[in-house]
């Protein structure tokens, strides 16, 4: 039985591979978080977590949808989007969003200039990819 060990003082247990599931929910899922700074003048934060945030996400040719999930410091945040036909264009591009209470967002629907700035609640957008 092979052993692996290592006599370094340096961490085995780090994040491997986390800059992939920052790309899938920044990329995929579209979700960033908006101005999260502070105001050292005022000391006041200007955007406490997750007060607002931006949802784009990306439409690769050939997914289907994506369906994610976060539990925000004011609550979940839901972005569930699917496309039908996934491979061929055009195709039904489908979107339900849910915003946590006290939060906005500013929401861009893909291949569209339309953009939406909304607060807390459920939504529901639906267009048309060429």
């Known amino acids: ?3 692996f060990e290592s006599n ?3 961490s085995h247990n ?3 591979f986390s800059s992939v599931a920052v790309w899938m929910v920044k990329s995929l899922a ?3 978080q908006m101005g999260h700074t502070w105001d050292s003048t005022t000391d006041v934060e200007t955007e406490s977590a997750f007060a607002h945030v931006v ?3 990306l439409i690769p040719r050939g997914l289907g949808g994506l369906n994610y999930s976060f539990d925000t410091p004011r609550g979940r945040l839901h972005s569930n989007w699917t496309v039908a ?3 061929t264009r055009p195709a039904t591009f489908s979107w339900d969003v849910e915003l946590p209470v006290n939060s906005r ?3 861009f629907l893909p291949q569209n200039d339309a953009s939406f700035d909304v607060g807390s609640g459920k939504y529901h ?3 048309t990819l060429e």
């Open 105 to 107: 967002a500013t929401i």
């Open 1 to 3: 039985m092979p052993r």
């Open 85 to 87: 036909p996934p491979y």
């Open 30 to 32: 579209g979700v960033r």
């Open 55 to 57: 949802l784009q996400p």
């Open 8 to 10: 370094d003082t340096y």
């Open 14 to 16: 780090h994040p491997m």
């Open 125 to 127: 957008f639906s267009t």
